[in-house]
């Protein structure tokens, strides 16, 4: 109950603007790096120094104006130099919807090309996030095009939750997308989706299981040495049970440390983002940056009502 009213609230204006307040800021602070790229390449910085490597997320979705996709567009290019000329051990993740997926598909894919082409040319690995179920077909459409011209270097999300997802997979690696494999963030009707953690939990296991065995089978499935491209398998998830599961499956099939990686979230468990590092597995920790946090954050909340409490402390301290 709680979690689907936050997840509406993600998507109210006037929430929003309510929200939008110096404590809600403060406690979003925990899951953002800061306004600024500069605040997100410190946090890359000092996760690098812990020896993890990351994506970065300009936040930002559902634009309503084309002129919006154009400057998320430009930052995504800024964002793409600033880290292949740091040297830095991170990719970029984006969002279509950023880039105009719900105004013009033509011009978000056009969008999604002119970041793609310039990263490919700087040697850099793009992750599409994926959003609500009504966006996975034209998103996987698009990157689905952009590698038939010879943009190899987007990977893409599949989600646990979503029914679908088990014959996604199967075309996607056939296909050679790099997967992240995620249980699914947003709210999804019984239609679509398993509604109890438990299914969602059993899915994503086999989900997980499916990736690591053509991961083991195909020679070129490991990631970049620089923490630049990740491997074919991508396991997100802060679950110790989901962790503990892939575990032993990669040992089961062999499949070296080396061969998948684990991604968390900024500000979450960097206990297990350290442990998982310092078992030798490539381990990623997404850092999202920029002022349009709200929608992240209210998700952030949902997943963990406990969170609430967090932003309460913070509203009290005002
Ligand atoms: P689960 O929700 O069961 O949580 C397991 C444990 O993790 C909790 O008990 C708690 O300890 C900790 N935890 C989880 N969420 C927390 C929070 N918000 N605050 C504090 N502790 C928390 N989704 C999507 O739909 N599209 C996408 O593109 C992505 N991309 C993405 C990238 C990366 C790197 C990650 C890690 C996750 C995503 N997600 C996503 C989000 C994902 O779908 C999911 O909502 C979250 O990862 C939370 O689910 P868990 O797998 O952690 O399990």
Redesign the pocket.
Known sequence: MLRSALLRLSRSQSARRLAESAAARRAARR?VAGPRLADALGAVHQLRQKGLFT?LDHLGENVTRLEDAEVATQAYLSLVEALAHGGLPSNA?L?LTQLGLRLDRQACASHLRRIAQRAAELHMFL?V???DSSAVDPTLEICRALRAEGLANLGV?I?AYLYRSQADIDLLLREGFRI?L?????QEAEPVAFQS?SQV?AN?DTLAWQILQHAQRVPDSWGSKDGRVPPIA?I?????L?ITQVERHAHQLRLPPAGLEF???Y???PDLQLALASKGYPT???VPYGTEWFPYFM??????P??LGFLLRNVARL
Do not use: C, P, W
């Open positions: 899951f994506t993740s969002k992750r996030d994926m959003e999300v989600q992240r995620v249980k699914g963030a947003y953690k939990d994503f991508a997100a998830t802060h679950d110790e989901r991604q968390m979230l500000g979450i468990r990623r920790v997404y998700r952030r909340l949902a997943e963990r406990a969170n």
